[in-house]
């Protein structure tokens, strides 16, 4: 995954409804608006929606937060 479209990537969980863009309106239906399904850049809620997006996934993959700090993830395999 590219690092600088990450947010990009970030699942909205709330409902967020933005204009159409300049350049991109609907002719047939100028004041329709676009609900979004996925973060994008400039958003406040974009950083927090990548992080929990990715949290999931590390979660998924037998990883478990850290007591201390939520943002290590830790693996332990039977193994090592």
Not at 40 to 63: C, K, M, S, V
């Amino acid at each position: 995954m590219d690092v600088k479209t990450a947010f990009l990537y970030g699942k909205v969980k709330e409902e967020i409804y933005v204009c159409q863009p300049p350049g991109f309106e609907d002719s047939q239906y100028p004041d329709h608006v676009y609900k979004l399904d996925k973060a994008l850049y400039g958003f406040h809620q974009a950083p927090r929606a990548w992080d929990a997006t990715l949290t999931d996934h590390i979660l998924a993959n037998r990883y478990t937060r850290g007591a201390i700090d939520q943002t290590l993830f830790v693996r332990k395999d039977k193994d090592a």
